[in-house]
């Protein structure tokens, strides 16, 4: 559900669809499971008191930290096929940028996963996605 407002939105912009949209979708998709489990493992025992079934409360620690990582690589995948897609200067800066950012969250959440470490994950990568939309922008507006 969260990567149909890329495509609406490039499609109510009059635009045909078009790999643009299509892979700005694939990014969504792919960055939010990571950037939400590891979000839930900060607060697990809250989903685990009122008996919701989140990642990170059905299965352990490692296997947890493992999907974290397997989602994120995924999306660092996606933001570089995307920088061959899309040919704004702004936006290329801000998807390296981005890698970065993921590539750093992926890091300390392999050096040692727990809750401290996993709420910086999710703040890591908590800005991804504006800076893609906003490089797109930008380079829409110049």
Excluded at 15 to 20: A, D, V
Excluded at 50 to 63: E, G, S, T
Excluded at 81 to 106: D, H, K, Q
């Amino acid at each position: 559900a969260g990567s149909m407002p890329t495509i609406t939105g490039w499609l109510a912009a009059g635009k045909p669809l078009s790999l643009e949209p299509v892979i700005l979708a694939i990014i969504v998709f792919l960055w939010t499971p990571g950037h939400f489990w590891s979000l839930a493992y900060k607060v697990k025992e809250e989903y685990m008191v009122v008996d919701l079934p989140m990642l990170p409360v059905v299965k352990d620690d490692r296997y947890t930290r493992k999907m974290i990582i397997v989602f994120y690589l995924l999306t660092l995948a996606s933001m570089a096929v995307s920088i061959f897609i899309f040919e704004g200067l702004i936006y290329r800066i801000a998807t390296l940028t981005s890698i970065i950012f993921l590539a750093y969250a992926i890091h300390i959440i392999r050096v040692r996963f727990d809750k401290e470490t996993a709420w910086r994950s999710f703040k890591i990568s908590s800005p991804i996605l504006a800076l893609l939309y906003t490089g797109l922008l930008i380079d829409g507006l110049i």
